[in-house]
């Protein structure tokens, strides 16, 4: 009787770059759960719906009712059931009447409600009392393409993984002393630097990709000489947004270079043997396996090669990729699928084969802190939630609280 719903609430808050998202609260006998969706700016075609026709408004207006009488009742804990009520409720392949947003935050505070209600934090509830593993957190330094100005780089995100940190304190410290560190090495280069913020908190210097590149992974040397543990850079390529179906080819305007795959796939090559890598993500446009499997087969050995767009946290698209070896890394966004249960299909999937599993945010945050349990619970080696700003050190501070509470914390293995 502990956690059978009694309410369900759906209000409309702001995300982190001032856009409507859902929050949702779950009331149990004995437990409060509250959760709210993020948004992406640039998304696989693949995701399902965010909102319906009609937005956040839409949702509170019309849907939330529907919800309620649906739920109120059902036993929170059984998470897979209440999703599966979501799904038949939409009645869509992609979400398209209640909307992914709205399903993922009702299932995110599900879970939390019914964690609530038995005294756990959501880690234990989700993944077990013998849980002591913290994740790496992988943190955006830089930002280029649909995250900054048409000045930018093309390439999306300049990250950084604090490979030699021995607790999470330490690993996002370390983050934030290689950020700070940019900022003077941007402005060493280019002199019209305001300080100006990507929207992941991530600066945007007006600097080719690959004086971009430089920096990165001159900051990251000197911040690992100075803390004594290495720092290794990172991508996120986002290669869609500059893929060009029409001539073939991924255009690079800040460079004013053209590259067609098999040129891609060198370049891409090339960035990582010529900086050491630690993972690329999007290398390639959503729908290129084959581009993926080349360059997987050429550095996989050396570097995580991670599908965001290409799979799209889809259990079934991943099968896909499986099958034809085009990744060896799988970023997790619940909301690009719509309910905790299928995006848990999906980690264990990857774990399976040997595909490291990066829980992510997305561009559009909220305070929400979630992600940071569901890294621990399922034993992600990465959490991908940047390094400053407010709606991301929300998630990061949350590891730093979780790893307090541990018997015997330890930081994950990439293997």
């Not at 019914?114 to 934090?121: G, M, V």
């Not at 983050?175 to 300080?195: C, W």
């Not at 709606?391 to 293995?413: C, F, G, H, V, Y």
């Amino acid at each position: 009787m502990d956690s059978i719903i009694e309410d369900v609430r759906v209000r409309k808050i702001l995300d982190s770059r001032g856009n409507p998202t859902v929050e949702v609260e779950i009331i149990t006998w004995n437990g409060i759960g509250r959760a709210a969706a993020p948004s992406g700016a640039s998304t696989g075609s693949r995701e399902v719906m965010s909102f319906p026709e009609g937005g956040v408004d839409k949702v509170i207006a019309e849907i939330e009712d529907i919800i309620s009488s649906e739920l109120i009742g059902m036993d929170a804990e059984y998470l897979s059931d209440i999703d599966s009520v979501l799904r038949e409720v939409d009645g869509t392949d992609n979400m398209s009447i209640i909307g992914g947003n709205t399903t993922v935050a009702v299932s995110m505070a599900a879970a939390k409600a019914a964690a609530a209600s038995y005294n756990l934090p959501l880690y234990k509830f989700l993944g077990g009392n013998m849980k002591n593993e913290l994740p790496f957190p992988l943190g955006n330094m830089m930002n280029g393409g649909a995250h900054a100005g048409s000045n930018a780089p093309d390439i999306q995100e300049f990250l950084v993984v604090p490979v030699g940190a021995k607790n999470i304190s330490e690993a996002v410290f370390a983050n934030v002393s290689v950020h700070k560190k940019l900022k003077e090495l941007i402005s060493l280069k280019d002199s019209n630097f305001t300080g100006g913020k990507g929207d992941e908190g991530g600066w945007v210097p007006n600097v080719s990709n690959d004086t971009a590149l430089e920096i990165q992974t001159q900051a990251c040397e000197e911040v690992s000489n100075e803390i004594g543990f290495e720092i290794k850079p990172a991508l996120d390529m986002a290669s869609s947004e500059f893929w060009d179906s029409d001539k073939g080819k991924y255009v690079y305007g800040q460079d004013g270079i053209e590259r067609d795959i098999g040129e891609q796939v060198e370049y891409v090559k090339d960035i990582i043997e010529t900086y050491g890598m630690f993972y690329v993500e999007d290398p390639f446009d959503e729908n290129d396996f084959e581009g993926f499997s080349q360059l997987t087969a050429a550095c996989g050995d050396k570097c995580l090669i991670c599908g965001d767009d290409l799979f799209v946290t889809n259990s079934e698209i991943l099968k896909k990729g499986i099958e034809q070896k085009a990744a060896n890394a799988i970023i997790i966004k619940p909301n690009q699928i719509g309910s905790l249960s299928q995006t848990y299909a999906t980690v264990k999937l990857a774990k399976e084969n040997n595909v490291v599993p990066v829980v992510s945010h997305r561009s559009g945050e909220t305070t929400d802190d979630t992600i940071a349990h569901l890294a621990v619970a399922w034993g992600s080696p990465i959490i991908k939630t940047g390094a400053v700003g407010g709606e991301r050190i929300a998630k990061l501070n949350e590891l730093i609280r979780i790893e307090e509470e541990l018997s015997d914390p330890t930081m994950n293995s990439f293997k």
